[in-house]
């Protein structure tokens, strides 16, 4: 074998084995070439608190309806690398209730008048800006400052709130425009929705939801983190285990059934009733079999609350009230260590 041969069967094993990767002098982010075509993954989850994700690829998944605000929506004003806050909008994100929201240049929606910037970073995990309960609709480096960019955006739309990124490109590939939003329901449920991504940009960004990096409890749930997983018209839903819809249907008539994050087993459950009746209130892990009983005794008309001190593991748990006239009431929880 010669050595031109040798030469270029070596610069063939070095292409195989390191690919095309480059540090972008720009701002020092590190990129790696990748095929253009989407990954696939369908479904995710649960984490620690109980979240899931399903996208509009998976059977049962949502459905993806473009939201389009960019002519109705308040202009957020945003430029490179700076954020929006003030968003008055009452949401609930890991169990804990918000009414505050900011919305950042790079792709991000939070909870806290501060910063979030450019260095994206795997989900659990800590980054430097000080911000560590966040929605990654598509963290990254965005550049809102280039010419020809879109704005951001927010509307209310009842008890929806609907941010969206309007054609705003990569800071080292100002062609790659990305246009993508996040829809915050009043139920805690979280969708995020891609019109149209440049291709392989998902690559270069975080997908995901955190409510802390501490682990355990592990509470964080990715989608992706620097994979092509985004595609044109790609939808994801974010299940809030503890959503105000599962309350709401679990109402009967005039009597209800309220149970709070058990923190450390101790809380205090409430429920009202119509009529004097035996009340059964018993618990039940997340495949049905029973935990505990934590009342059985007879209540008078009217909201009663009860003080519980639950020695179960951290997790999700469902409870049912039970009354003499039949009525069946099933509530989801979550018992926090």
């Known amino acids: 074998m010669n050595k031109f041969m040798v030469v270029v069967l070596a610069l063939v094993l070095v292409t195989v084995l390191y690919g095309a990767n480059h540090i972008d002098p720009a701002k020092g982010a590190e990129r790696t070439q990748k095929p253009n075509q989407a990954q696939i ?33 308040t202009d957020m004003l945003l430029e490179d ?26 792709g991000v929606v939070y909870f806290k008048d501060w910063y979030l910037g450019l260095g994206n970073v795997s989900l659990p995990g800590y980054n430097s800006y000080g911000v ?19 704005k951001g955006y927010y509307q209310i739309i009842g008890n929806t709130l609907v941010v969206e990124w309007d054609s705003i490109p990569l800071y080292d590939y100002p062609d790659y425009f990305e246009k993508f939003e996040a829809i915050l329901y009043g139920n805690g449920d979280i969708v995020m929705q891609y019109l149209e991504v440049a291709p392989d940009s998902g690559q270069y960004c975080t997908v995901g939801i955190q ?18 997983a985004l595609d ?13 819809a599962e309350e709401n249907a679990g109402k009967v008539e005039n009597s209800w059934l309220k149970v709070p994050t058990i923190i450390n087993g101790v809380a205090n459950i409430k429920f009202s009733i119509s009529a004097s009746t035996n009340v059964k209130l018993e618990v039940f892990d997340v495949i049905g079999r029973p935990c505990a009983t934590v009342l059985n005794q007879r209540f008078a008309p009217g909201t009663h609350s009860v003080s519980v001190n639950l020695n179960l593991p951290a ?12 009525e069946k009431i099933v509530e989801k929880g979550l018992i926090v260590r």
């Open 211 to 228: 409510g802390s990096p501490v682990q355990p409890p592990l509470w964080a749930l990715q989608y992706s983190y620097m994979q092509p």
């Open 232 to 244: 044109n018209s790609l939808a994801i839903k974010f299940i809030n285990p503890l959503g105000i």
């Open 315 to 326: 997790g999700i748990y469902f409870y049912s009230l039970n009354t003499d006239s039949g």
């Open 81 to 106: 690398d700076n954020y929006f806050w003030g968003i008055p909008f009452s949401f609930q994100f890991y169990g804990v209730d918000y009414d505050t929201i900011a919305a950042g240049s790079n």
């Open 132 to 150: 560590d309960t966040l929605i990654a609709v598509f963290w990254n480096d965005l550049n809102a400052d280039e010419v020809d960019a879109g």
């Open 41 to 73: 993954l369908g479904t995710g989850g649960p984490d620690d608190f109980g979240y899931t994700w399903i996208d509009s690829n998976e059977p049962g998944g949502p459905t993806f309806n473009w939201i389009e605000i960019s002519g109705t929506g």
